[in-house]
């Protein structure tokens, strides 16, 4: 049974924690070194003092106030250093561009993926214009025989149309990303999405409207795209930890491979945001062919620079050839 003595003599270590609790709610760097110190040693002391009045059945009551006390300390010991501007600056100005040089070659693989499936749906297209209409449906055939751009509901309703377009561009890219752990999610997604700008490419030139089409597609598809590849590049680095461990257990490399993957991801939200609006809001526009064309090479350029600078040398942990 728990002493009345003894109680008095820990309770007042027990107010100093909960006064030390109090004073660094807002987390522990609110306390100097000695106090941080002090808190240290009396969490573990009343983390003791617990485990003797839980074996008092008569305790009942105390032992909750010791448990609450600690759970709140806990808290404080576990609550992690929150997210700082500084730290969301240098993952998008150094880290990024760096993960992004790491996975290069499976990036590589995805844009290459899409863009062999675009010239197979261009030249499938090109001997069989049947396949056009198979692929892209009589409504949309029939705008392009008109000679008609179908992005006239983008021009009327441009808010809702960004929104709508940026959530789609998202929901590819992370169906891309996430489809790695299925090994050929990422592949049917980059071949879907290829073999569907070659043959509207293919269809577009024999309408003799292939620079309204591209004019359009060029200010927002500068980012779209590579945001695109980026995702397909994320998800064949989880296939490609998932089949190809090296030396790591499979888990392990599947771990680090996932990791790497969601960082690419959140690299190319921003892309997809700022493509999702340029096309709600400019492309479609009667701008001229010529500023859209000039936008679109500015943006490119910033990207190159952006990804494979030289001023982005930040490390951000092992590459994959390392880890393997």
Request: glycine content about 10%; hydrophobic content about 50%.
């Amino acid at each position: 049974m728990v002493s009345t003595a003894w109680i008095k003599k820990r309770q007042p270590h027990w107010k100093r924690l909960e006064r030390l609790v109090e004073v660094a709610s807002g987390g522990l760097s609110k306390l100097n070194h000695a106090e941080l110190r002090e808190f240290g040693l009396l969490y573990r002391q009343t983390a003791a003092d617990l485990s003797t009045v839980v074996e008092d059945a008569s305790s009942s009551q105390l032992s909750n106030y010791l448990n609450h006390l600690l759970g709140r300390g806990h808290n404080l010991l576990y609550m992690g250093q929150r997210p700082k501007i500084s730290g969301i600056f240098d993952f998008f100005s150094s880290t990024y561009p760096s993960i992004f040089r790491q996975t290069l070659p499976m990036t590589a693989l995805a844009t290459a993926i899409f863009c062999l499936a675009a010239i197979v749906g261009w030249v499938v297209t090109a001997y069989d214009p049947s396949f056009a209409h198979r692929i892209l449906g009589p409504q949309m055939m029939v705008s392009i025989e008109r000679h008609e751009m179908w992005t006239h509901s983008v021009v009327a309703m441009k808010p809702v149309a960004a929104s709508e377009i940026t959530t789609n561009n998202l929901s590819v890219a992370f169906a891309a990303c996430a489809g790695g752990i299925t090994v050929l999610g990422p592949v049917y997604l980059m071949v879907f999405n290829g073999l569907l700008l070659g043959v509207v490419g293919a269809a577009t030139q024999a309408a003799g409207m292939a620079l309204p089409l591209w004019s359009f597609v060029a200010p927002h598809g500068v980012l779209e795209l590579p945001a695109i590849f980026i995702a397909g590049g994320a998800g064949l680095e989880i296939t490609r930890g998932l089949l190809f461990p090296g030396l790591l257990p499979r888990r392990a490399s599947l771990a680090q491979a996932g990791a790497r993957a969601i960082r690419l991801m959140l690299g190319a939200v921003p892309m997809l945001l700022v493509a999702g609006s340029i096309e709600g809001f400019f492309s479609a526009t009667s701008t001229p062919v010529a500023m859209k064309f000039l936008l679109a090479g500015v943006l490119f350029a910033c990207l190159l620079v952006y990804l494979f600078g030289s001023w982005s040398t930040k490390g951000s942990g092992p590459s994959p050839a390392n880890t393997r």
